[in-house]
């Protein structure tokens, strides 16, 4: 049980590039999320899903899409990063109200 | 529009000693639910405690407890006899309504246990 995986740790992107982040749970949750952490700053949500197929913006979702193709994948992609892209990048997910499971993160750098 | 104000950027402990950390929210929700995660130096986010709006006791997870004080709209983690790895980012966090949103961060209290 490797709980919620994110992949890659790492990544140096230049302005303009594109990449996408992947997410995956294997406790059969419905909800998975994602959120960015600045520095000074707590976590900010950037999209999130209910279920498979299900989508939703959160705070901060200019500059990113998000696909939930299959129940244990939730996908982040960046069309075109931009310096202010530079951040941690957390996945969630959760199987009720009370309950909410972090990745270890991926740091995001934009030069 | 909900939000939570950690008003403590960080704080200074003996080790042994209890910690309150302060966490103030707002919503104008009746059913919300609080969280509260650490993060130590290696980045993790690692879920501590959570207290529903409803619940008529305050929460408590071994050494944790949250001081739930509704009509001032407060949700303090008191950390009992500290620890040197206590030391960490604490995020007090608030999820609104019935639904599966996500959660709303504090700024964090970064705590150092000294020894």
């Known amino acids: 049980n490797a709980g919620v995986t994110q992949t890659p740790k790492f990544r140096v992107l230049k302005t303009g590039q594109s990449m996408t982040l992947l997410c995956a749970q294997d406790?059969?949750?419905?909800?998975m999320y994602w959120y960015r952490q600045d520095p000074g700053m707590g976590l900010r949500l950037i999209h999130y899903?209910?279920?498979?197929?299900?989508?939703a913006k959160g705070e901060v979702p200019d500059g990113y899409n998000v696909s939930r193709l299959k129940k244990q994948n939730f996908l982040l992609g960046l069309e075109s990063a931009a310096p202010s892209q530079t951040s941690v990048y957390f996945c969630a997910s959760g199987g009720n109200y009370y309950e909410q499971y972090f990745g270890p993160g991926t740091r995001l750098t934009v030069t | 529009a909900q939000k939570i104000t950690q008003t403590q950027p960080g704080m200074f402990v003996q080790e042994k000693e209890a910690v309150t950390l302060d966490c103030t929210y707002d919503?104008?929700?009746?059913?919300?639910?609080l969280f509260w995660y650490k993060q130590p130096s290696s980045g993790e986010m690692i879920f501590l405690i959570y207290?529903?709006?409803?619940?008529?006791q305050n929460a408590t997870e071994g050494r944790y407890s949250l001081n739930f004080q509704k009509a001032r709209k407060s949700a303090n983690l008191v950390i009992s006899a500290s620890q040197l790895g206590d030391s960490a980012m604490y995020f007090c966090a608030m999820r609104s309504g019935g639904g599966a949103d996500g959660l709303t961060f504090g700024k964090g209290t970064h705590l150092i246990i000294q020894p």
């Open positions: 899903s209910v279920g498979e197929g299900t989508t």
């Open positions: 207290q529903g709006s409803y619940d008529q």
């Open positions: 919503t104008s929700d009746p059913s919300y639910g």
């Open positions: 406790m059969n949750h419905e909800y």
